[in-house]
């Protein structure tokens, strides 16, 4: 595309009429790119010298915080469309929408590392001690977006959980890490909405009552044809493997021990959500479960994208810095970053674990006439 200004940013059609304030502002001007463009302060330069590598650093986290930004924004209106007793299928599309936007921005995101990878460990060292006491940990967005999208304080590794205090006498950073705790997680705006999911009613369809018949059934069925194997070896085996199965289809059905998994912090959803969770999934073909089934699946790859840029952000740091020294800002560095990488992050994780209650096609509860009319 070319550009239609000469470098006096004049147009070179000399009578085209001139910009200027009476007309709107030009380019540059619309995006403020002299505060963006002269925001890298070079610490190096201080010493009478300067290290190459530092712009690129500097460049690399800031394009990293204005994205996050852009992902607060969009977190803020979907959370907003989502706090409401009723969606219109004009606002699951726009919220689609702009999931599939963070999707992508956390992609580019990832893309991002190799870029400052070019900087060898000897490199970074050169103006390592120019970022003491600040650190990637102090990050207000990340935490901010973990926060939003549902990461609880009790889920986090110990040096994580008063992170707060990283932000100092910060008021504005506080008051917002304090208002992103208390208002309605993402998590928390998904497990009520899945707790809407049309056919749970037990006065209806009642889908968790023919499903528990269903599993009853698939697993009887199983054991009998587990009685008919050759060998004793083989019976016990296939028959110890349906006693398992029975025993994780129990930990749904029954309230008391999905609830009793939540508080140990092995899952995140209630009970009413996790139901409807599995029914999206298992009739996602159908046109009213077709965008939620969507939905849940961007919701993993939001999980998955930002576990994916914790370990790209590991694998980094311990190849600058090792995995025994400190990390700037007094954190663990290698060691406190590597403990994020578990289960415990993830925000969605029982919609990673949702094949776990799969059961065959064939013996999936078939939908009544007029629960497949309310589908469509």
Known sequence: MSCPFNRNGN????????????????????????????????????????VH????FIVTHQAYELWFKQIIYELDSIREMLNEEKIEESKTLEILKRLNRIVLILKLLNDQVPILETMTPLDFMEFRNYLAPASGFQSL????????????????????????????GDKLATDAISGSE???????????????????EVDGFNFWHKFQESVAKFLD???????????ENARNYRLMDIEKRREVYRSIFDPNVHNAMVSRGDRRFSHRAMQGAIMINFYR??????????????????????????????????????????????SSGYQYLRSTLSD??????????????????EV?????????????
Request: avoid cysteine.
């Open 221 to 231: 069925q199983e054991e009998k044809n587990a009685l008919l194997e050759k060998t």
């Open 141 to 168: 967005q990340f935490r901010l977006i973990e926060n939003k999208l549902g990461v609880k304080s009790e889920n986090r590794v110990k040096y994580n959980q008063r992170y707060s205090e990283a932000f100092g």
């Open 53 to 56: 590598d530092e712009h690129l």
């Open 182 to 200: 208390n208002d309605p997680s993402l998590l928390d705006l998904i497990d009520r909405w899945l707790g809407r999911t049309p056919g749970l």
């Open 344 to 361: 415990r992050y993830k925000v969605f994780l029982d919609l990673f674990n949702l094949s776990t209650f799969l059961i065959p096609r």
């Open 285 to 330: 073909d159908e046109p009213r479960f077709s965008q939620p089934h969507q939905m849940l699946t961007l919701l993993m790859d939001i999980d998955s994208l930002i576990t994916k840029w914790r370990y790209n952000h590991v694998m980094m740091v311990q190849r600058m810095i090792g995995s025994q020294q400190l990390g700037t800002g007094g």
């Open 364 to 376: 999936i509860p078939p939908l009544n006439e007029h629960m497949r009319q309310k589908l469509k």
């Open 11 to 50: 147009n070179h059609d000399d009578n085209a009429i001139p910009l200027g304030s009476d007309v709107g502002m030009i380019y540059g001007e619309y995006l403020m790119l002299e505060k963006v463009l002269s925001a890298q302060r070079m610490l190096s330069t201080q010493d009478n010298r300067t």
